[in-house]
């Protein structure tokens, strides 16, 4: 009776012994350092003026990464393949020592407002990196011929407004979206 018992649990006591030793594994990184790279944001609204913020990027297994405003940066403008300024550094407004600094270094136009149907790229240039560019094409409106409002209780018994918008002729999608009101 006790042999057939420890044939039952032996299996499973072997099983638990050998996974709870090979729960963690440190793995060292071997390779050479990672080059940092240019790193670019920017969303086009065509309300204001062209705005990129610039940073480097570094290696996420650094003992302590400290942020460095990026001043000396090229950061050029261009509207369907023509050149339209070189964005000016913009500095940020002083913060309390208990913030941590923002690693994002702003860059403003000073005159452009985003079209719909245009193309805009930018191009930047850091000393000792290699140049990095993106693009973006801000969409024509979409014309609008009737909106439905309806609302609904949420998985989790919130109330939300659902907003259905019609797009009018040539246009393939209806839009949906959910509004949640504030509590």
Not at 28 to 49: A, C, N, Q, W
Not at 74 to 92: A, W
């Amino acid at each position: 009776m006790k042999k057939r018992r420890l044939m039952i649990y032996f299996p499973a006591l072997l099983l638990i012994a050998v996974s709870a030793g090979s729960c963690e594994s440190v793995i060292k990184f071997r390779g050479e350092g990672v080059d940092p790279k240019i790193v670019i944001y920017s969303l086009l609204h065509p309300d204001s003026l062209i705005k990129v913020s610039v940073a480097v990027s570094h290696a996420v297994y650094e003992e302590r990464y400290d942020p460095e405003q990026i001043t000396d940066a090229v950061v050029r403008l261009y509207r369907d393949g023509k050149f339209l300024e070189t964005l000016t550094y913009e500095p940020h407004e002083p913060q309390p020592d208990s913030y941590t600094e923002d690693p994002y270094s702003r860059y403003v136009s000073r005159v452009n407002r985003p079209d719909y149907g245009s193309t805009y790229r930018i191009e930047v240039e850091i000393p000792g990196l290699k140049t990095a560019s993106g693009e973006a094409m801000l969409p024509e409106m979409v014309p609008v011929t009737g909106i439905d409002t309806s609302s609904a209780i949420g998985e989790w018994g919130d109330r939300q407004q659902i907003v259905k918008i019609k797009p009018g002729s040539g246009q393939k999608r209806m839009i949906v979206t959910g509004l949640q009101p504030e509590a």
